[in-house]
Structure formats: C-alpha cells, structure tokens
C-alpha cells in the first residue's frame, strides 16, 4: 500500500512541475535568471520575518504568507526601478544586496526571540525550508499549493502570449496598444509569487536551478516556442516525479536528486554542441 504522505508528495510535484514548466521558458525568453537571485534573498527575509512573527504570535503557518508578501513587495520594487531607468541587472543587485543585510540583521532578532521563546520544531522548518522537504507537506499546504497554484496558472496561460511578446517585440507590444511595463511588473509578481508557493517543496537553495535549467534545456533542443514549453513541462514532470520516487527507495532528499539530474541533461547537452 502507498504511504499518504508518499502521493501527498506526488501530487505537489505534479502542480510544481506545471508551473515551473510554464514559467522557466518565461524566464529564459525575457532574461530573468538574475531576478531568481535577488527572489532567493526575498524568499530567506520573508521565511526569517514569517519565523520572528509566527513565535511571536504563536503561529507558524505565517512563514509562507509573510514571505509572499516580503517576495511580492521586492519584485514590485525591482521592476519600478527599471520603470526609473535602471537596468534590469543593476535593479536586482541594488535591492539584493539591501535585503541581504536585512536578512542578516533578520537572523540576529530571530535567535533572540528563540532564546526568549524556545520552540524546538522551528530548527527543523528552516532546515526544510532551505533544501525542501515534500515528504513533510500536509494536506493544508497542499491545498494551499493546489488552489494558490492553480490561480497563478491560470493568469500566466491567460497572459502566456503577452509575455511571450514581450520578451521578443516589446515594442510591438507597445504598438498594438500593449502596456509592456505592466506587462513585466504582472511577470515579475507572478515569478516571486510561484517562487514563494513552492519553496518550502523544492527547498531554497536549490529553487534558482530548477525555475530555470528546464526552459534553458527546452530552448537547447527545440526553436518551436510551442514545443519549448511542451520540452519544459515534459522534462520539469519527469524530473520531479523521479526524484520524488527515488528519494523515498534512497531517502535523499528529492531537491538535491532534481538538480543533479537536470545538472547532468544540461551538461550533457553542452558538451554535444
């Protein structure tokens, strides 16, 4: 008989692998791989703040709100300073390096409210907030995941082309009565949202390399956008399906076999050309 908490991880990674499979080529297309990183350091100060308030407050199901909202909140500010004039890399690494610090200073508030208020199982939900831990996900953070993911899903197929075209033709875009920064501000929300949904599954420090390899790989091995983003849902599926099944036969964590495993196809591919 199948454990629950085995399909409970098999389902999560079915609606991760969608919308990391829809969203990677995105990423590619427009040249946001470098906003991952500045989505990491977001994702770590919301999960620290979410930390400090949820044993404030008794309540820990807050990490994932609050590092929504602190995630929401940078990406909004990185693209208006684009909006100001700044590059898209100099944005990033102006806002990055900022929240950095606050993460650090983060960090030090939140081992003295420890130390006021010891709570054991928190040290076990940063480890798995750091490398995913899915085999831990309980039916409320999979219903989470299922209908915050399918609301999100929704509004990237909705827009699916508006962003593809503003990753090639802005100005067209702009032509045709387009708004292309309103454009990139939704694609923006939308990056940090999904980022902030799914880390606690596929773990922070390994959440840059799957949001971004499978487009990479997609566009390696086809032109044809339409069979780009079928490559990435196929790949992205198929990659957390079995790493998921062979972490539980291994007990590996299924995060570190995903990344090794597109780490290889990508590397594999490279050395092909």
Request: glycine residues 10%.
């Amino acid at each position: 008989m199948i454990p629950e908490y085995l399909i409970r991880a098999l389902l999560a990674s079915v609606m991760v692998s969608v919308l990391l499979g829809m969203l990677s080529p995105l990423i590619n297309t427009k040249g946001l791989a470098f906003l991952t990183h500045a989505i990491f350091h977001a994702l770590l100060l919301g999960a620290v703040l979410g930390m400090i308030f949820g044993l404030l407050l008794d309540n820990l199901s807050l990490v994932m709100l609050v590092a929504l909202v602190v995630t929401v909140a940078v990406v909004l500010i990185i693209a208006h300073l684009e909006k100001l004039g700044f590059s898209p890399d100099s944005a990033v690494g102006i806002v990055a390096s900022f929240v950095a610090g606050l993460t650090v200073l983060g960090f030090g508030v939140l081992y003295k409210v420890m130390a006021g208020k010891p709570y054991f199982p928190l040290s076990e939900s940063i480890v798995s907030y750091l490398t995913g831990e899915i085999f831990l996900i309980t039916l409320n953070d999979l219903t989470v995941l299922v209908f915050g993911g399918a609301l999100l899903f929704f509004v990237m197929l909705f827009l699916y082309r508006d962003f593809l075209y503003l990753s090639f033709d802005p100005d067209g875009l702009e032509s045709y009565g387009g708004n292309a920064r309103a454009y990139l501000m939704i694609l923006y929300v939308l990056v940090g949202a999904i980022g902030a949904l799914i880390v606690q599954t596929v773990g922070l420090i390994t959440l840059q390399v799957v949001a971004v390899l499978p487009g990479a790989i997609a566009l390696m091995v086809r032109s044809d956008l339409r069979k780009v983003i079928g490559v990435s849902l196929f790949l992205t599926l198929g990659i957390q399906l079995s790493s998921v099944i062979l972490a539980y036969f291994t007990d590996i964590p299924p995060s570190g076999l995903a990344t090794i495993m597109l780490g290889v196809i990508y590397g594999v591919l490279l050395f092909r050309r």
